[in-house]
């Protein structure tokens, strides 16, 4: 099966725009970007994995987790929700922080938009970045072919939990 992935980088924007189609039901998919327990088994490009140490998904609410090397280097980020309209959209700024909660800005904040038709859910997701030079940065550290990695980690994960219900 052919499911549709979108990567655009917009430099004048300062943003990255994603758009990835998933052979899964909606209320699936939300679940995954949305419980900490799902995100932490696809989120990081192998062999890196991701940790929750806490995760509030609310408006004002907030996620602190690290990526952590095979070698158990880990590098911490946070995210914090600013809009949720359920199974829809929601909103958060994410920043680099270290092991003590304090971000690391300039910023970036993430729009994740959800939808559903014939069985297939399509989330579209832009990334608006405070600066040019951290999305260079970002883009410089390996983000599309992390993110592309990440994207079919939770395909597979997709697959296995659709299997289940």
Same mark, same amino acid.
């Given at each position: 099966?052919?499911?549709?992935?979108? %990567?655009?980088?917009?430099?004048?924007?300062?943003?990255? %725009?994603? *758009?990835?189609? %998933?052979?899964?039901?909606?209320?699936?998919?939300?679940?995954?970007?949305?419980?900490?327990?799902?995100?932490? +088994?696809?989120?990081?490009?192998?062999?890196?994995?991701?940790?929750?140490?806490?995760?509030?998904?609310?408006?004002?609410?907030?996620?602190?987790?690290?990526?952590?090397?095979?070698?158990? +280097?880990?590098?911490?980020?946070?995210?914090?929700?600013?809009?949720?309209?359920?199974?829809?959209?929601?909103?958060?700024?994410?920043?680099?922080?270290?092991?003590?909660?304090?971000?690391?800005?300039?910023?970036?904040?993430?729009?994740? *938009?959800?939808?559903?038709?014939?069985?297939?859910? *399509?989330?579209?997701?832009?990334?608006?970045?405070?600066?040019?030079?951290?999305?260079?940065?970002?883009?410089?550290?390996?983000?599309?072919?992390?993110?592309?990695?990440?994207?079919?980690?939770?395909?597979?994960?997709? *697959?296995?939990?659709?299997?289940?219900?």
């Amino acid at each position: 099966m052919n499911l549709l992935f979108e %990567f655009t980088v917009d430099k004048a924007a300062k943003t990255v %725009f994603i *758009t990835r189609e %998933f052979n899964a039901e909606l209320s699936l998919v939300w679940d995954a970007f949305t419980k900490a327990e799902i995100l932490d +088994q696809w989120v990081a490009p192998k062999p890196w994995r991701s940790k929750t140490k806490f995760m509030d998904f609310k408006v004002g609410g907030r996620r602190f987790y690290a990526m952590v090397s095979p070698e158990g +280097q880990e590098r911490w980020a946070i995210q914090k929700y600013t809009s949720i309209s359920p199974k829809t959209n929601f909103k958060m700024f994410n920043a680099f922080a270290d092991k003590d909660e304090n971000p690391e800005l300039p910023g970036s904040d993430w729009d994740y *938009t959800f939808s559903e038709q014939n069985g297939k859910t *399509t989330v579209r997701i832009t990334i608006y970045n405070e600066s040019l030079a951290r999305m260079e940065k970002m883009i410089e550290m390996g983000f599309k072919e992390g993110f592309t990695a990440s994207m079919t980690n939770l395909e597979n994960l997709l *697959t296995t939990l659709s299997k289940r219900s």
